[in-house]
């Protein structure tokens, strides 16, 4: 389970400006070396860890994608080991971190900005002309500067409109949502998406609410209807994350995303993706399984099984450090997961 919302949301520096809230990128080196299929980064040698000092960069051409720029911690490094003719293209559905992008991109030409969701990756680079990449990451779930901003909806620890949206300038809210659908519609989803075991007792309480304007009176009524609280976890947190989830179709975003990582990536290219929860984390190990074994599992009950196109290759899943988790206790639920695409043509195998 993702716990990120039971941490205090008050920790940290909050600025008046909500551009410049931080976000701490978690598994930065190890994620930023997978994609740029390296064992290691360089030793930074300046105070300033991002140092675009030529010295410390590996220099690297090509083109690669950041799927979830959030407030670029993992597009800086990127972008401090790539080459001058190198190109980074960022994603984020998130109106503020599109707004950051944008401030970077005009600073560094090699930036091209997309905001939308990482599941419109094929269309996105084939609308800037490009059909294929070398490097694709994306860093799932939601940003530190989202959840201290409590007018966004996603901490139940502060108030503000029950939104949850991470692109804000479309779709329906958690809010609205809540208005026109049924108690059983609403269980299934804090059930699948929150794996909360009490999801029909919470979705009538939350249905017999007047209004869903505050996301501190929603949290209050989850705690009421929730029967039994787990120690130092707040009793709204799979509720919520079940929400935010449905309302954002995650799950089936980070499904289409890993389908077409599969024509978008060359041959050698890397795969990193970070998830923080089973419910992603799951399905990201079960992608890289079945593209990666070359075989169709024994229990499909044919009497010869063909063999499956191997499109991945050293499929690897790394933890944050000690030093990382104590650092940072977000990190704690952390897995990246990597693996390198293999030369098997996808329209060709798409033929056969
Ligand atoms: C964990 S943060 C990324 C932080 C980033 N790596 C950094 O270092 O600042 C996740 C970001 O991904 C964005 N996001 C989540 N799902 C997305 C999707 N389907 N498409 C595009 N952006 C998405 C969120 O809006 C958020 O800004």
Do not use: C
Request: a negative charge; aromatic letters at 6%.
């Amino acid at each position: 389970m993702e716990d990120i919302s039971v941490q205090d949301p008050n920790q940290g520096d909050k600025v008046s400006d909500e551009l410049s809230f931080v976000h701490d990128a978690v598994l930065l080196q190890e994620a930023v070396a997978a994609v740029l299929g390296v064992n290691a980064l360089p030793k930074q040698t300046g105070s300033d860890e991002q140092s675009s000092d030529r010295q410390n960069s590996l220099q690297i051409s090509g083109i690669y994608v950041d799927a979830t720029f959030g407030r670029g911690g993992h597009s800086r490094l990127l972008l401090s080991q790539l080459a001058d003719d190198a190109t980074l293209i960022v994603f984020d559905k998130d109106p503020t971190a599109i707004a950051v992008a944008r401030e970077l991109a005009t600073t560094d030409s090699r930036v091209k900005v997309v905001h939308d969701s990482f599941a419109t990756l094929t269309d996105s680079l084939a609308a800037m002309g490009i059909m294929q990449v070398d490097g694709l990451m994306a860093d799932l779930g939601i940003s530190s500067p989202q959840i201290d901003d409590g007018s966004r909806g996603f901490s139940f620890m502060r108030d503000g409109a029950v939104d949850m949206r991470m692109d804000t300038s479309r779709g329906q809210s958690v809010a609205e949502w809540l208005e026109k659908v049924d108690d059983e519609t609403l269980a299934n989803v804090l059930y699948e998406f929150g794996e909360e075991r009490h999801s029909r007792r919470i979705a009538r309480a939350i249905k017999q609410m007047e209004s869903y304007k505050s996301t501190l009176e929603l949290a209050e009524v989850i705690k009421v209807a929730h029967p039994n609280w787990q120690r130092g976890k707040h009793p709204a947190t799979q509720s919520f994350q079940a929400m935010r989830i449905f309302i954002n179709n995650e799950l089936g975003d980070v499904d289409d995303f890993l389908e077409q990582s599969i024509p978008i990536l060359k041959s050698g290219g890397q795969l990193a993706v970070i998830s923080f929860h089973s419910l992603e984390d799951r399905r990201i190990k079960q992608f890289l399984q079945r593209h990666s074994k070359g075989q169709y599992p024994e229990d499909e009950n044919l009497p010869m099984p063909p063999n499956r196109p191997r499109y991945f290759s050293k499929p690897k899943r790394v933890g944050p450090s000690k030093a990382e988790v104590s650092h940072n206790p977000r990190s704690r639920s952390a897995w990246l997961r990597l693996a390198t695409r293999t030369d098997t043509d996808y329209q060709q195998t798409l033929k056969q």
